[in-house]
Nanobody, 124 residues
Framework: VQLQASGGGLVQAGGSLRLSCAASGRTFSRYAMGWFRQAPGKNREFVAGILWSSGSAYYTDSVKGRFTISKGDNAKNAVDLQMNNLKPEDTAVYYC?????????????????WGQGTQVTVSS
């Protein structure tokens, strides 16, 4: 299974970006998809997650009201992250991940597959 994240870039504060994560390779049972981010010198942290069967979405407090996670292109088994009103503190490498069994979607330890990461830089 390969996850390919795309859509990162450089944007001014207040701007928007849309990240996409496409899955390829063998089929797998998907319980949830998540987006995480890691800023320099910091641990990787949960940003947003979506339960695949119900579509229920979850967010870390700092992005609520600004970011939206959704299922993307069905043909690519994709998950998207729409990021609006970006702030300099959102600057990080963003990773998509997939988990195959139930449980907390907030922990990095519960995800079996990870994408390569895409850089998001927000200038002030």
């Amino acid at each position: 299974v390969q996850l390919q994240a795309s859509g990162g870039g450089l944007v001014q504060a207040g701007g928007s970006l849309r990240l996409s994560c496409a899955a390829s390779g063998r089929t797998f049972s998907r319980y949830a998809m998540g987006w995480f981010r890691q800023a320099p010198g910091k641990n990787r942290e949960f940003v947003a997650g979506i339960l695949w069967s119900s579509g229920s979405a979850y967010y870390t407090d700092s992005v609520k009201g600004r970011f939206t996670i959704s299922k993307g292109d069905n043909a690519k088994n994709a998950v998207d992250l729409q990021m609006n009103n970006l702030k300099p503190e959102d600057t990080a490498v963003y990773y998509c991940a997939a988990r195959t069994y139930s449980g907390s979607i907030y922990s990095t330890e519960n995800y079996a597959y990870w994408g390569q990461g895409t850089q998001v830089t927000v200038s002030s």
